[in-house]
Each structure stands twice: as C-alpha cells, then as structure tokens.
C-alpha cells in the first residue's frame, strides 16, 4: 500500500510556508520514516513517548522551499491517539495479539512494564493510536495490566 495523503479537513497552512498532511506509514528504514516514496523524515523530530509503526496514520506538519521539492518536516504525530481502561486481552498468538477484540498489539513495538507479559483473559489498559493492522484500525502502544489471570 502506497501513502493515502489527505489535507486534515478544515486546515489551511498554519503560517505562510506550514501545512498540514495526513499520511499512513509505508515503510521504515533505521531512522527515517517513508509515508510515500519521496516523502520522508527523520525519526527525531516525532513527538515524544511515540515510535510509528508501519500503517500508523500520522498528522505531519511541514513546510517547502519556493522553488524546490524539499519536503522539510517539522512535526510529526498520531492522529488519534485514545486511552481505554479495564479492557481484555483477546488473543495472543506469538508476538501479536488483540485486545478487546478491536485493537492490534505487537511485542516488537508496544511498551510495557518490566516483567509483564501479555496474556489472554488480562485486565488492562492501554493506549493506542489510529493504525492499519490487518482488519484493525488501532494500534496499542502501551499496555498497563490492570488484573492478570
């Protein structure tokens, strides 16, 4: 899948040379995240405590120089990201899982407390932002056991 870029409804250039993109994360590379092939940025200058995943739909504000193609990034975020407490775990199945049925998790990018290990049937809450998982549209990015089984 190729980047879906979209301009966020109602939202014109937040000063003369800023805009606004909407983009859904195709690849990533070390350091640099790609929502297309020619528009990319360095992980650095994403909000803190959030690392996109491949599918992540992300809120990128950037800018152009007149006169050239440089895509110059200089926010990048969720764009959604919700909290939902004393949800269960659905499914594990090796480093995935669900939870409540709706949301996507995966051991390789989603923070947890020292020790914990998600299980079926676990009391939890999580964090998570919009995503593109498989059938899922969320993404846990954090899980916080509430009651384990």
């Known amino acids: 899948v190729d980047v879906v870029?979209?301009?966020?409804?109602?939202?014109?250039?937040?000063d003369s040379g800023t805009r606004v993109l909407i983009g859904c994360v195709t690849?990533?590379?070390?350091?640099?995240?790609?929502?297309?092939?020619?528009?990319?940025?360095?992980?650095?200058?994403?909000?803190?405590?959030?690392?996109?995943?491949k599918g992540n739909w992300l809120k990128v504000e950037y800018s152009t120089e007149p006169g050239f193609s440089n895509f110059k990034a200089s926010s990048v975020k969720p764009t959604h990201c919700i909290h939902a407490e004393a949800v269960c775990i659905t499914s594990v199945h090796g480093r995935n899982g669900v939870i409540d049925y709706t949301i996507f998790f995966t051991l390789d990018s989603v923070?947890?407390?020292?020790?914990?290990?998600?299980?079926?049937?676990?009391?939890?809450?999580?964090?998570?932002?919009?995503?593109?998982?498989?059938?899922?549209?969320?993404?846990?990015?954090?899980?916080?056991?509430?009651?384990?089984s």
């Open 5 to 14: 870029p979209r301009h966020l409804y109602g939202a014109g250039p937040a």
């Open 27 to 53: 690849s990533i590379c070390e350091d640099i995240i790609y929502i297309s092939n020619c528009i990319y940025f360095f992980i650095d200058i994403v909000s803190e405590d959030f690392v996109p995943y």
């Open 111 to 148: 923070k947890l407390p020292d020790g914990y290990v998600p299980q079926v049937d676990d009391i939890v809450n999580v964090v998570m932002v919009e995503s593109i998982q498989f059938c899922f549209i969320w993404r846990a990015i954090s899980i916080t056991p509430v009651h384990t």
